[in-house]
């Protein structure tokens, strides 16, 4: 597709139409509408969260000018070098750019949008975040509001849910920017878990099953010889540590940021949490998620790992696992707990997944594995990583909103473990 197609067309919602493209310097009446486009495309970006400001917005003009944009994906990869800043924010410009600069189709998405949902089904294409679409169709819906009459609205709250219920059974992936802010701040408010497991050090116990000579001697020197009550240890608790394993991959996108604010919200809560990224190769960011700050913590956790949002080794992550970081945080009864949906490149000269899941199911006292394909109730262990990761955990739970996030911090708690 050429430029004046792709790029000045009447693609998108609330762009300019008419007019021939033209440099994109062009003001004239008789120029084309390529910068004002931009500059809505841009504001587009900036309702779905990227940080573009006005500087950003001059600077993708003059290089959309200085570029020539003989094809779309020059057109593309323009943009792209101007607004995108860090891996996470790739997704998301990318399924803006797709819905913005398009010329066919738009009144079939403007249809689905406001024909009735369906249930969802496993599907090979990723659905359009609902922030890009809340953020593309904004002005549409302002210019409406403005003109059409004030509605009369009846509502019937007898049998409806509250907002609090309809957030925490909400998709991670079909969440707008509000919503997601509002999960991060459930996320920290959460009663996290305190599995607690006892040692081989005791501590004193009134109740305790052995006696403590050495404190009743010293219990009864302090009164000069005298009787006193024996002293008596028992068994001493502590908190069980926690590992967490998450993918980054690309069909991991919307699920793993959350369940990195998750991860530091544990991190600030106790001090026994290691967590760990992995994509194509294994990442830890336990340093990064010490923060205070969770957004200085997850950017600089995004920065460490340079493989996010790309493609998926499981089996080479987990043997390198194993291999350097077993022995050091799996002790003293640590659970683990595995993000990933399974969806493992096919196997080749690497190490086996089966192999490299049973090493790590043995070396940890609890392997919870968290999949978000669990949240369609069709689902079936039909994928070969599927396969040959189910036969290793112990636990078997979706992570995919917050009521699923509630229900496994039950479960690390001690409670509900219904895997």
């Not at 609330?14 to 495309?41: C, E, K, V, W």
């Not at 410009?93 to 797709?98: E, G, L, N, Y």
Request: glycine share 10%; proline share 6%; charged share 25%.
């Amino acid at each position: 597709m050429s430029a004046g197609r792709g790029a000045g067309g009447s693609a998108g919602a609330g762009r300019h139409d008419g007019g021939t493209m033209s440099p994109p310097g062009a003001t004239g009446p008789a120029g084309g509408r390529l910068a004002d486009n931009i500059a809505y495309f841009a504001r587009t970006l900036r309702a779905a969260g990227l940080p573009v400001g006005p500087g950003a917005v001059l600077d993708a003009v003059e290089a959309a000018c200085a570029a020539g944009l003989g094809e779309r994906e020059d057109f593309y990869w323009t943009l792209h070098a101007v607004f995108v800043t860090k891996r996470e924010q790739h997704l998301v410009f990318d399924q803006a750019f797709r819905l913005f600069w398009r010329t066919r189709q738009l009144d079939e998405r403007l249809i689905a949008m406001m024909s009735p949902t369906v249930p969802a089904r496993p599907n090979p294409e990723r659905p359009p975040l609902r922030r890009i679409e809340e953020a593309l169709f904004a002005g549409i819906g302002e210019r409406r509001a403005e003109t059409a009459p004030p509605p009369r609205i009846e509502v019937d709250a007898r049998l409806t849910v509250s907002a609090d219920e309809v957030l925490r059974a909400k998709d991670f992936a079909q969440m707008s920017a509000a919503e997601i802010a509002e999960a991060r701040r459930r996320i920290a408010a959460l009663a996290l878990p305190r599995e607690w497991v006892r040692t081989r050090r005791l501590r004193p116990d009134p109740r305790g099953a052995r006696l403590d000579l050495r404190a009743s001697l010293r219990a009864s020197l302090r009164v000069g010889g005298d009787l006193v009550a024996l002293k008596r240890r028992g068994p001493a608790e502590r908190l069980a540590p926690l590992v967490l394993l998450i993918d980054i991959s690309g069909s991991m996108a919307d699920y793993s940021r959350l369940m990195l604010h998750f991860a530091h919200a544990l991190t600030e809560a106790r001090r026994n949490v290691e967590t760990f990224l992995f994509g194509t190769r294994l990442t830890r960011v336990t340093r990064a998620l010490a923060r205070r700050d969770p957004d200085e913590a997850l950017e600089t956790a995004g920065a460490t790992a340079r493989d996010w949002s790309g493609g998926t080794r499981i089996a080479t992550s987990l043997a390198a696992f194993n291999r350097q970081w077993s022995r050091r945080v799996l002790g003293q009864g640590a659970r683990v707990l595995l993000v990933s949906d399974g969806l493992e490149r096919p196997a080749g000269e690497g190490p086996s997944l089966g192999f490299e899941m049973d090493r790590l199911h043995r070396s940890a006292a609890r392997l919870i594995w968290l999949n978000p394909l669990l949240r369609y109730e069709g689902f079936e262990a039909r994928a070969q990583g599927v396969k040959a990761m189910l036969p290793h955990v112990d636990d078997f739970r979706p992570i995919h909103n917050l009521a699923s996030m509630e229900a496994l911090v039950r479960a690390l708690s001690g409670e509900g473990r219904d895997g």
